[in-house]
């Protein structure tokens, strides 16, 4: 289980994502379970649903992604 401030830390890491650089994390991601999102399904979401979607896989995963790794994946 995350500690209380990693769970701080990954929400204001994605809240800080734009919709190119959270629609790459999706697309990328890397978790113990598979994610399978079409490009076009995430373009449809808002960006606060994506950023909130995202947390809530990382909370499963119980992965919070290092900043540099965020934007430039």
Do not use: W
């Not at 289980?1 to 800080?16: D, G, K, P, R, T």
């Not at 960006?47 to 947390?55: C, S, T």
């Amino acid at each position: 289980m995350l500690e209380a401030y990693q769970v701080e830390e990954l929400i204001c890491l994605a809240s800080s994502l734009d919709r190119k650089s959270i629609t790459k994390q999706f697309l990328n991601f890397q978790g113990s379970f598979p994610v399978d999102f079409t490009p076009d399904f995430l373009q449809s979401l808002p960006l606060d649903r994506l950023r909130h979607i995202f947390v809530a896989l990382c909370l499963q995963a119980q992965h919070v992604p290092e900043m540099d790794v965020m934007t430039a994946a």
